[in-house]
């Protein structure tokens, strides 16, 4: 009996070792111990190797880790390669403005790390495709964020001081009863039935798209008021004036389309730019206004503004030029002594902030005029150096049709003109992108004119005047950046 039960247990030991070097090739390895049931007989019991188990998918995941490193690296490299290897764009049509220069070496630049910051800024602002790329980051990543293009400085002549910018939405109706409760606030419509009459240009449907109505094919930025900025702008011109007794300092607020092409329908989307100029106007003190509101409205059903984008014309522009030139007390040539020219097809910067197939459909002429007096223009960097001469217009040829603004050139300069006027009469003029239109029809006005760009200036702004010896200062900017965030630029100038 004994000897049978110890060959059966030699049996049963042979077997679990047969089972065991059959399993060591599996994927998952299973060992056999031996047991007895409940009437003693010897059975197999398989268990797994847990050891083997965890080795298993250590492996696994440090292949995953692999393949993470490498994707990642795959994408860094390539990052890398298009930043660096494919062509770098020199400017950006679509924001109406040159792109950051690769910086010039020096010591005294590269010991203050200018010259390190200025290499990172010209591959960030000069990326190969970049407006296909923002207009990607804008319409399908901001969206997520709940961000809007436009938001911030790319915004910045558009959107006035704490204006709450409203969602996209659609107003469709032909007869509505409006309620705003306040300019900062959300408009309900609440229609009423359609009559059988077509409805007129005041009835028009509109779309409300980024604090932008589009009604009878033309875009309007809605100007949100100043409440109360309007009275710091002031305060930062009479400081001005106060350093600067012998100049002559001039305020030119400019009004936008919301002023004269605004619909009675939609008259309570937007507050009062007029009545905003008017308290600035009331509150300069030895600073002279210039009322360029009723130059422009007195022109009005004139091509003075564009449908499409948020500059004005610049046939609005020479109107306003007249108006200072007259104010001023310096000659000012007749439109017919200039070169009219004429660029078709411009769709400009509103359709890039609404996508609004009803401005892309609907393109207009972009009209300007080219001085025929001989002129020099010299033109430097934001901080007064590097004199290059320069042309006063930019060929529009190879511009996009979006891009028609930046014949005037980028802002981030600045630029001296010397014109055959000689009345010994030198201008400053502190602007935003509006003033870049003023430039050519002013040569006839002034012996010297510097423009300067007041949100990339970079020197103390009474330093500069008393420099090039100005007798006469223009401030002159849209409303939305002289009761905005722009406004602070004036004073930063200032005490630089």
């Not at 403005?97 to 602002?125: H, Q, V």
């Not at 602007?431 to 010297?448: M, R």
Request: hydrophobic share 35%.
């Amino acid at each position: 009996m004994s000897d049978n039960k110890t060959k059966k247990s030699s049996e049963t030991d042979k077997n679990i070792s047969e089972k065991n070097n059959l399993n060591a090739s599996n994927s998952e390895p299973v060992i056999f111990i031996e047991a007895s049931d409940r009437t003693g007989t010897v059975i197999d019991v398989p268990i797994k190797n847990k050891k083997t188990k965890k080795q298993h998918r250590r492996k696994a995941l440090n292949v995953i880790a692999l393949a993470n490193i490498l994707m990642v690296g795959a994408v860094l490299a390539g990052g890398f390669a298009y930043i660096t290897c494919l062509p770098h764009e020199t400017r950006a049509d679509d924001e109406n403005r040159m792109l950051t220069a690769f910086p010039k070496f020096s010591a005294k630049n590269y010991a203050s790390g200018k010259f390190t910051e200025g290499i990172a800024d010209y591959f960030d602002d000069t990326v190969h495709k970049r407006s296909d790329i923002k207009q990607f980051i804008a319409n399908t990543l901001m969206p997520l964020k709940g961000r809007k293009y436009g938001d911030d400085e790319d915004g910045a002549e558009l959107y006035g001081s704490g204006f709450e910018k409203p969602s996209t939405t659609t107003v469709t109706t032909t007869s509505a009863t409006t309620a705003v409760t306040n300019a900062r606030t959300s408009v309900t419509t609440t229609a009423e039935p359609t009559t059988a009459d077509p409805p007129t240009e005041a009835q028009a449907e509109g779309e409300l798209t980024n604090n932008i109505l589009i009604v009878n094919k033309r875009g309007i930025p809605l100007y949100g008021g100043a409440w109360g900025t309007e009275q710091e702008y002031a305060s930062y011109l009479n400081a001005y004036k106060e350093k600067l007794p012998n100049v002559n300092v001039y305020s030119m607020v400019l009004p936008t389309q919301c002023s004269f092409y605004i619909t009675e329908k939609y008259k309570d989307l937007v507050q009062s730019e007029k009545e905003d100029f008017d308290r600035i106007a009331a509150a300069l003190q030895n600073v002279t206004p210039v009322d360029a509101y009723s130059a422009l409205e007195a022109h009005r059903d004139e091509p003075i503004y564009s449908r499409t984008d948020h500059h004005w014309q610049p046939l609005g522009a020479y109107y306003a030029a007249e108006k200072f030139a007259d104010t001023a007390g310096v000659p000012f040539a007749k439109l017919s002594d200039y070169e009219k020219v004429t660029l078709p097809g411009y769709v400009g910067t509103l359709y890039m902030y609404t996508q609004s197939n009803t401005l892309l459909n609907n393109p207009e002429d972009f009209i300007f005029y080219r001085p025929k007096t001989n002129i020099q223009v010299t033109q430097y960097d934001i901080a007064f150096n590097n004199p290059v001469a320069a042309d006063l217009l930019l060929d529009p040829a190879p511009m996009a049709n979006s891009g028609y603004y930046m014949i005037f050139g980028s802002d981030e300069r600045i630029v001296h003109v010397n014109t055959e006027c000689r009345n010994g009469r030198t201008l400053v003029i502190f602007k935003d992108s509006y003033g870049n239109a003023l430039l050519p029809v002013l040569t006839s006005s002034f012996e010297n004119i510097y423009l300067c760009d007041i949100r990339y200036f970079e020197l103390n702004a009474i330093d500069f005047i008393n420099r090039v010896g100005a007798t006469d200062l223009l401030f002159t900017m849209c409303s939305f950046s002289a009761v905005g965030g722009n406004r602070t630029s004036i004073y930063n100038n200032l005490i630089r």
